[in-house]
């Protein structure tokens, strides 16, 4: 059984999935990981995203792997564990300019249908119910305000000792919603049989018991 959460930066998805996956006992795939992975690369090899030949070796090269330590998930890429270093402004700023290159999205769809093949997953992303998953047996929509959102970007860069202002976040979360949402090849928006969660005035337990109770309730 597949879970699709799509949504966009902020909504709540990744914190959201990860807590679904556990209570119904699924995996738990972060796509958008496997994306910030790919950017923090890019931005290391210092790769032009017109130079196919560069961005082919780069992906044909690139082990990506997750592996769970104790309630989370860290991100290996290429042996280095990277979990923080991916959610840094640097990678942010940039992974929807990557995101965006068909190259790297045929590539990582490849990737994640592969390790959800088999195995019931709880999948979140942008557009794992129109593209990655479309028969997906469920589908969530998750959104939130503008400044629900920057303020909950604001507590994660805290965490990992950075700070924005909740102005620029906005900014750049309308930003991004604007590449994510008018990229070309698979860009974020809602299937048309997902069901839509506003979390702006929802606790983090009530989000997630929502998803889950209609998972339990409807299988």
Not at 103 to 130: S, Y
Request: proline content about 1%.
């Amino acid at each position: 059984m597949i879970v699709a959460i799509d949504g966009p930066a902020a909504a709540g998805k990744s914190t959201s999935a990860k807590k679904v996956a556990r209570e119904l006992g699924f995996t738990h795939l972060d796509t958008g990981a496997m994306y910030r992975c790919v950017t923090l690369s890019v931005l290391r090899d210092q790769i032009t995203l017109d130079n196919e030949s560069a961005l082919s070796q780069l992906l044909n090269e690139l082990d990506i792997r997750l592996e769970k330590l104790n309630e989370d998930f860290v991100f290996y890429l290429n042996g280095e564990d990277v979990s923080d270093e991916i959610r840094k402004a640097e990678v942010t700023s940039y992974v929807s300019t990557v995101s965006a290159v068909s190259q790297v999205r045929n590539a990582l769809v490849r990737v994640q249908r592969n390790i959800a093949k088999n195995q019931d997953c709880v999948v979140e992303g942008r557009d794992i119910g129109t593209i990655v998953f479309p028969d997906a047996e469920f589908k969530f929509f998750l959104v939130a305000d503008d400044f629900v959102r920057a303020r909950r970007r604001q507590l994660d860069l805290i965490a990992i000792g950075e700070e924005k202002s909740i102005a620029v976040l906005v900014e750049e979360i309308r930003q991004r919603d604007f590449l994510d949402s008018e990229r070309s090849n698979s860009p974020l928006r809602k299937a048309d049989d997902a069901i839509e969660i506003d979390t702006s005035k929802m606790t983090f337990d009530e989000q997630v018991a929502f998803m889950v109770n209609r998972v339990k309730n409807d299988s």
